[in-house]
């Protein structure tokens, strides 16, 4: 994937992503460093446009299965939301 959040994101990207899921099986406990990463871009990406909550698994707490976080989108940014974050980011 590509370093930097101001990027776009390629199709070799996505391509990697889906690669990536579906030769993995995903557990919270293995410390997936390539998913986490993965993670932290779609965080960025998805603060671009919407407003949204995390929700904690680190230890599997919920279930093992799921991801370390789990993202909740809470609403679609406005235009005017977009360009202040754009104006202090």
Do not use: R, W
Request: aromatic share 8%; hydrophobic share 30%.
């Amino acid at each position: 994937m590509t370093s930097s959040s101001t990027e776009a994101v390629s199709k070799e990207d996505i391509h990697e992503l889906l690669e990536h899921s579906v030769k993995n099986t995903h557990k919270v406990k293995d410390g997936d460093i390539k998913g986490d990463f993965i993670m932290e871009k779609c965080l960025l990406l998805f603060s671009k446009d919407y407003k949204y909550s995390v929700i904690t698994n680190f230890n599997g707490e919920l279930c093992g299965h799921y991801p370390s976080k789990i993202i909740l989108l809470e609403y679609q940014l406005t235009e005017g939301d977009q360009k202040k974050d754009n104006f202090h980011g």
